[in-house]
């Protein structure tokens, strides 16, 4: 019986390492392209949705940051439209301040409202910042327009020496009277026995 004869290979060890050659460069090529393409345009700024449009058209000074990991939409205001843009948000619905935190950033302090419009099923973060971090370290006050702001601003006052301008009775709420200094700042130094007393 004749031995069934072994196809012949189509293309030569020469010719499959051109091929690869080839398609290496090509795939270099394309990266390169792609990324001159990102870089000669940056991605557009996001877009906030209807009833967010609608809402920041109203309120000058603010800018839309985009959703966060949480799905959180994120809010810049400037600080002088903080108490326009609160009220204005009370009466679209937004009548949940669910919490209200003191940040210490590199240059500045600043505060974070998480909102929700229970109804409609939106979720808001509107953060605010001092210019820099020299004292008065001062920002507005949105206990008038949230009741459940009160305690938030005075935890944060207490803490980092945030002053709320327009709060009631802004008055330290977790450590006592005669504490001296904010212990949450990256400045505070402890007395020598580790009390926060003088």
């Not at 439209?81 to 009370?90: I, M, N, S």
């Not at 459940?148 to 006052?157: I, K, Q, V």
Request: with cysteine; aromatic share 8%; charged share 30%.
């Amino acid at each position: 019986m004749a031995e069934e004869q072994k196809p012949k290979p189509k293309f030569t060890p020469e010719q499959i390492e051109e091929m690869k050659k080839a398609a290496a460069a090509k795939k270099a090529a394309a990266a390169k392209a792609a990324a001159e393409e990102e870089k000669a345009a940056p991605p557009p700024p996001p877009e906030p949705p209807a009833w967010l449009s609608e809402i920041l058209q109203q309120c000058r000074g603010t800018e839309y940051m985009g959703p966060d990991s949480n799905h959180w939409e994120r809010v810049q205001v400037a600080n002088d439209q903080v108490v326009t843009l609160a009220r204005t948000l009370k009466e679209k619905g937004f009548n949940y301040l669910t919490s209200l935190s003191g940040v210490e950033y590199r240059d500045s302090f600043g505060t974070v409202l998480h909102l929700y419009n229970i109804e409609q099923k939106w979720q808001l973060c509107v953060q605010y910042r001092t210019a820099d971090k020299n004292d008065p370290v001062s920002l507005p006050s949105v206990s008038a327009i949230w009741p459940t702001a009160d305690w938030h601003e005075r935890e944060s006052y207490d803490l980092l020496g945030i002053r709320y301008e327009g709060h009631p009775d802004l008055r330290r709420l977790l450590l006592p009277d005669d504490t001296q200094g904010h212990p949450l700042r990256k400045d505070f130094v402890p007395t020598n026995d580790g009390s926060l007393k003088i």
